[in-house]
């Protein structure tokens, strides 16, 4: 299976810019997804295939990246960005999700 | 607007089946796969399989195999999840949700399992 890793976590500030990476073991193509998730809900899709914003998610949100590191990045970071981010990737066979990062404000 | 409504949360005995649904509304449930996906307390999220309602097809994740069956009810656009059984492993929410270009652009508001004697 393919293996998307992802830092833990991170402490960032309002205001400033944050970068949330995930790699996989081998390439997936652009094929990868960014998900935010707070305590007791359901996962929300942030980025679709690398760098494609759904309609209604805020342009803070971004994301970049190709074959095996890719990188999801919040700027400026809101309060209201307290959660967990997942990256998926869906290019090989099982669809596979990252550990999390959980963003924590300063 | 699409929604994805899922059952209430299950408290069941090691060894024993439990049959959790997601019951859609807002589009054509026989058009999309139904997915559906395992988070384990602190642990991440699992693909576990998909089902086609418009035909019943179904693909499984190979560590899924033997311990879960999906079916659907086109009548009703409701799908179902089938754990047997159950150990304590299996305790965790388990999400349905649709794909949108690969990605899942819907989820159910989660179900969870708890097995305990």
């Known amino acids: 299976d393919t293996v998307l890793t992802q830092s833990p976590a991170l402490a960032v500030s309002p205001g400033e810019r944050v970068s949330i990476s995930c790699r996989a073991s081998?390439?997936?193509?652009?094929?990868v997804h960014w998900y935010q998730q707070k305590p007791g809900h359901q996962p929300k899709l942030l980025i679709y295939?690398?760098?494609n914003l759904p309609s209604g998610v805020p342009a803070r949100f971004s994301g970049s990246g190709s074959g095996t590191d890719f990188t999801l990045t919040i700027d400026p970071v809101e309060a209201d960005d307290t959660a967990t981010y997942f990256c998926?990737?869906?290019?090989?066979?099982?669809?596979?999700f990252g550990g999390g990062t959980k963003l924590e404000l300063k | 607007q699409v929604q994805l409504q899922q059952s209430g949360a299950e408290l069941v005995k090691p060894g024993s089946s439990v049959k959790i649904s997601c019951k859609a509304s807002?589009?054509?449930?026989?058009?999309?796969?139904m997915h559906w996906i395992k988070q384990q307390p602190g642990n991440g999220l699992e693909w576990i399989g998909w089902?086609?309602?418009?035909?019943?097809?179904?693909k499984y994740n190979q560590k899924f195999n033997g311990k879960t069956t999906l079916t659907a009810d086109k009548s009703s656009s409701t799908a179902y999840m089938q754990l047997s059984s159950l150990t304590s492993a299996d305790s965790a929410v388990y999400f349905c949700?649709?794909?949108?270009?690969?990605?899942?652009?819907?989820w159910g508001q989660g179900v969870m399992v708890t097995v305990s004697s």
């Open positions: 081998e390439g997936v193509n652009s094929y």
């Open positions: 998926q990737q869906s290019w090989n066979d099982p669809w596979t």
């Open positions: 949700a649709i794909p949108y270009r690969d990605s899942y652009a819907h």
């Open positions: 295939k690398a760098s």
């Open positions: 807002g589009y054509t449930f026989t058009s999309y796969d």
């Open positions: 089902i086609y309602p418009g035909n019943g097809n179904t």
